[in-house]
């Protein structure tokens, strides 16, 4: 019965590829988010999906396309993945957009070699 | 633009008090949340202020003011488990939350 959940929970893959994070909240939520915090520890938000529509997009370079199907999911693509690409990804969600509270997935961890 | 700021790092003893300070510069101020996040995890919610004043909850209390731009966090009889990081965000107008750097805070017996 997890609230937020993302796979995988680690992903390891080589410079130049593409792969996919995928999130998905059930808790019957409005508003998703992906996050990247790097090995400084800053988390920094990427994107913002509103009821499928794209909210918040941050300067991120357009090698990374979220996709949300239905409010319940929101995925991460990332193209050409590069070595800065390396950190660790986070979705959340919250009831509204800009609600009081978000609550975070485990976590995906990126390392591109 | 948005900017926050907060101490990197912070140590305590077990059954302490300890206040992590954070100090921000936004505009259309729309609220601020601490999380906490031990390592390795994700971060989970702890408060939130939007009025000026103090907001407790148990063990944890969080101070806001406006004015000053300025929040803290006020963390009680410190336990050994409360060795993690805390990060501030600010909300704005525009929905968009930008978090802070984090503190990292030990507890030692």
């Known amino acids: 019965d997890t609230a937020v959940s993302q796979t995988p929970k680690y992903l390891v893959t080589q410079m130049g590829n593409d792969k996919s994070i995928k999130c998905e909240q059930n808790l019957g939520h409005d508003t998703m988010y992906w996050y990247k915090q790097d090995s400084k520890k800053f988390l920094k938000i990427m994107f913002s999906?509103?009821?499928?529509?794209?909210?918040i997009n941050e300067t991120v370079p357009n090698r990374f396309s979220p996709k949300s199907p239905d409010k319940a999911h929101l995925n991460l693509h990332i193209n050409s993945l590069e070595l800065g690409d390396s950190a660790v990804y986070f979705c959340a969600s919250s009831q509204v957009a800009g609600a009081d509270t978000q609550y975070f997935g485990p976590g995906t961890r990126l390392t591109v070699l | 633009g948005q900017n926050i700021d907060q101490p990197t790092e912070m140590t305590a003893t077990e059954g302490a008090i300890v206040q992590i300070n954070c100090t921000y510069q936004t505009s259309g101020f729309n609220g601020l949340f601490w999380y906490q996040q031990h390592a390795g995890e994700a971060p989970t919610f702890l408060s939130y202020?939007?009025?000026?004043g103090l907001e407790e909850k148990g063990r944890f209390s969080s101070f806001l003011s406006r004015s000053k731009g300025y929040s803290y966090l006020l963390l009680k009889e410190l336990q050994m488990k409360d060795s993690a990081s805390y990060l501030c965000?600010?909300?704005?107008?525009?929905?968009?939350?930008?978090f802070g750097p984090g503190t990292r805070l030990s507890v030692l017996p």
């Open positions: 999906y509103n009821n499928k529509e794209l909210i």
């Open positions: 202020n939007v009025l000026d």
């Open positions: 965000a600010v909300k704005n107008y525009g929905q968009n939350f930008v």
